[in-house]
């Protein structure tokens, strides 16, 4: 755990030293302990990966943000605690444009709502199985320089919690807006598919 930081974490150091960082949102109801194999699959040797516990419990986990139509004062007050430890974890010790933020669900959609808004631009952006709280507020107040960057999101063309059509649709809007977006329409529910986990390792391969 990184104890210099305002969010709870599991710090996972990668194999091979480097600069390469992967932030790890999870969704409502989770935490950084449902993530803790994700570098097992990824198999990146030389990724180091940081895995948020969001500020709010929730049923034995945490939460990013309230449920609608309330999300919007726990999405900017998340997106502030992630902006402080970013800013420490990007100060010196690793490189943002060799990082990636991946978010699932809840985390998807900070991916977006904080992460095309951070002052820094990552190598990549992934957003899986989420949504937009506003699409029009934020492409007006955006980091333009994002949108250059390589986005991937993905969702379940079954998905009962989050309906496929209404995340496609936005995704469709941000891409009319200037947003380089991957979209990618998987054949599953609300979870996290292996196809996925094969999409994410080539989309930072390709970046090596």
Known sequence: MRKDLELDNIFIPSKIPSKKLMIVLHGRGDSSEGFEG???????????????????????????????????????????????????????????????????????????????RYNKTLAGYIAISGYIYDVEKLLAEMNTDVRQAKWLCTHGTYDGVLPFEESKNQIEQLIEGGFEIEFRAIEKDHSIHQDEITIVKQLCDKNL
């Open 38 to 116: 994700l570098p097992q699959f990824l198999e990146l040797e030389d990724m180091n990966y940081i895995l948020f516990d969001a500020p709010f419990e929730y049923y034995g986990g945490f939460s990013w943000y309230n449920l609608p139509p309330d999300q919007y004062p726990g999405i900017q007050y998340s997106s502030e605690l992630l902006t402080k430890c970013l800013d420490i974890l990007f100060e010196e010790e690793f490189d943002p444009t060799q990082s990636y933020l991946f978010g699932f669900s809840q985390g998807s959609l900070l991916t977006f709502e904080f992460g095309a």
